[in-house]
């Protein structure tokens, strides 16, 4: 049991390239979440899915966009990246849809993006 | 809107002595309350959370927090430091209901701990 995983570790762009952040859970969680962690300001969301097939926006989701591919996998795409969006993005995931009040989030071990 | 605020970006105990973090939040009603670790170079893990059942919640690796209503406070105390505590520590609430689990976290507090 992985749990949640993602690729890749880290990544160097050069401003206007484009690149997709990939995450995958094995815990047959309904609920995927995409953050930004950025110094001094925790953890904020970017785009979430309550379930397979559903997406939403969170806090922060300009420039970004996100797929749901099945109930295990859920992608972050940059299409025009920059030195902005450059942070630490960690992916996570919830037992529940959106009703799921106080479930626990369970993180992945992050991708360090660096947009020159 | 609900928010979180740590007091105290940087923290620095002794080794065995007592670790407190302090965590506040604003909101009407009593949120799902949460403290995190996040070890260098890792993701966030959980360490314990307040769902409406007990005040005293115990989590894991000897911490705990009291859940303060009147103080509007969810502060992470731990008894005697260990040199493997040295992480930084997010404090997060979700609403009570309405919505979506959303998880509003803390700008967090970088403990370290010093022989």
């Known amino acids: 049991n992985a749990g949640v995983t993602q690729t890749p570790k880290f990544q160097v762009l050069k401003t206007g390239q484009s690149m997709t952040l990939q995450c995958a859970q094995d815990?047959?969680?309904?609920?995927m979440y995409w953050y930004r962690q950025d110094p001094g300001m925790g953890l904020r969301l970017i785009y979430y899915?309550?379930?397979?097939?559903?997406?939403d926006k969170g806090e922060v989701p300009n420039g970004y966009n996100v797929s749901r591919l099945n109930k295990r996998e859920f992608s972050l795409r940059l299409e025009s990246a920059a030195p902005s969006q450059t942070s630490v993005y960690f992916c996570?995931?919830?037992?529940?849809?959106?009703?799921?009040?106080?479930?626990?989030?369970?993180f992945g071990p992050g991708t360090r993006l660096l947009v020159l | 809107a609900q928010s979180v605020t740590q007091l105290g970006s940087h923290v620095s105990v002794s080794e065995g002595a007592l670790v407190l973090l302090r965590c506040n939040y604003s909101?009407?009603?009593?949120?799902?309350l949460f403290w995190y670790v996040q070890y260098p170079n890792q993701g966030l893990q959980l360490l314990l959370k307040y769902t409406s059942a007990a005040t005293l919640v115990k989590g894991i690796n000897g911490f705990e927090a009291e859940f303060k209503k009147s103080e509007t406070s969810f502060h992470l105390t731990k008894p005697s430091a260990h040199m493997s505590d040295a992480a930084e520590y997010f404090c997060?609430?979700?609403?009570?209901?309405?919505?979506?689990?959303?998880?509003?976290f803390g700008a967090g507090t970088r403990l370290a701990v010093h022989p």
């Open positions: 996570a995931s919830s037992v529940g849809t959106s009703g799921g009040h106080g479930e626990t989030q369970y």
């Open positions: 899915s309550a379930s397979e097939g559903t997406t």
């Open positions: 997060a609430v979700t609403p009570f209901s309405g919505g979506y689990n959303k998880l509003i």
């Open positions: 909101s009407s009603v009593p949120p799902y």
């Open positions: 815990m047959n969680h309904n609920s």
